[in-house]
């Protein structure tokens, strides 16, 4: 029987975001038991849910307690514009965090970390944050706890997880970086580095991407013996990228070129440019095919399932990437 790829979205990124901007730097240098949201002259974090005061500092670090309930924010420095048409929009976070016991995960997981879509400028009781990308999960594993990434809400929630398990009471450095490429459709992804492990990607969320990144938030959720547990963040740091120019006619052609037939026949796909580091992977961010093709080169298929999948690569020294489907 025929496999056929149907072309669902297209990320033509032609642009180099070398430079950045720092729109927020938070070492909570604050003195102990301080609480971030009712001393928030001071911090400039602020509740937008939750019963408010929760989220305290003690030994320059804040902590998220399993069972406790309240969610803040801190604006940036300038909200990011992410919707500009014909442009790629990134912009990254970098944290330290430390998963203190098992007390309070559960083994399939919750985000605790985010980016926001508004730079609350009250403490409030209602959510004054809508929209949460670049969401950092934390899970219960075997002997430690897993982090995770999820490019944002919508459809089936399926963060993308280290297999790599981190020791309780382990510092671990994060880095996310949240892209939005904005064509003649728009797609958003995020990827997740932790330390010296594998970089995660995710797109898998299927809402729309908000107007702005202006805030960064932590969440708490759940209850005590069943949520986001309990964790020390420390050291964040939010960078901006400069908004890179995609033409639409830049975008089509890369469009018409990585992918040379939009159903492909004999189980293979055929692509219409030379094509370095061919990766395809699944919605969760595992790697099941690598390769480099040439202009009119075929690559078998064959052995994958049927399912979604995002086929990425470079195109004179240009990152492209395709979601597709086997069908």
């Not at 180099?16 to 609480?35: C, G, P």
């Not at 604006?75 to 309070?104: F, I």
């Amino acid at each position: 029987m025929k496999k056929i790829f149907t072309i669902l979205g297209m990320a033509a990124v032609s642009v180099s975001m070398s430079a950045q901007t720092n729109v927020l730097t938070e070492s909570f240098t604050y003195a102990d038991a301080i609480s971030l949201t009712t001393s928030n002259t001071t911090t400039n974090w602020f509740q937008h849910s939750g019963t408010q005061g929760q989220v305290t500092v003690n030994s320059g670090k804040a902590n998220i307690v399993a069972g406790n309930t309240e969610d803040i924010n801190k604006a940036l420095s300038t909200p990011y514009p992410l919707n500009v048409a014909n442009a790629v929009c990134k912009v990254s976070y970098s944290a330290e965090l430390n998963v203190l016991n098992s007390t309070g995960l559960t083994t399939s997981g919750d985000y605790f970390l985010s980016l926001g879509d508004v730079a609350t400028t009250t403490n409030v009781s209602t959510n004054a944050v809508s929209v949460l990308p670049a969401r950092v999960y934390v899970k219960a594993g075997t002997a430690g706890y897993l982090l995770g990434i999820l490019n944002t809400s919508g459809g089936t929630v399926t963060p993308t997880y280290s297999t790599t398990e981190i020791p309780y009471g382990t510092a671990a450095n994060i880095t996310v970086t949240y892209t939005v490429t904005n064509g003649s459709s728009t797609t958003q992804s995020a990827t997740l580095q932790i330390g010296s492990q594998p970089l995660l990607t995710n797109a898998t969320g299927t809402s729309n991407a908000p107007s702005n990144a202006a805030s960064v938030v932590i969440r708490q959720s759940g209850s005590a013996t069943s949520g986001t547990g309990n964790i020390t963040i420390d050291n964040i740091n939010v960078l901006a990228y400069p908004t890179g120019s995609l033409a639409v006619s830049d975008f089509n052609k890369s469009k018409s070129n990585f992918v040379k037939n939009t159903f492909v026949k004999n189980e293979e796909i055929t692509f219409g440019a030379d094509v370095k580091d061919v990766k395809i992977y699944t919605l969760t961010g595992q790697v099941v095919k690598t390769a480099s093709v040439k202009d009119g080169a075929a690559l078998n298929v064959a052995e994958l399932a049927k399912g979604n999948y995002i086929v990425t690569g470079t195109v004179n020294n240009q990152p492209v990437s395709q979601k597709i489907l086997k069908d």
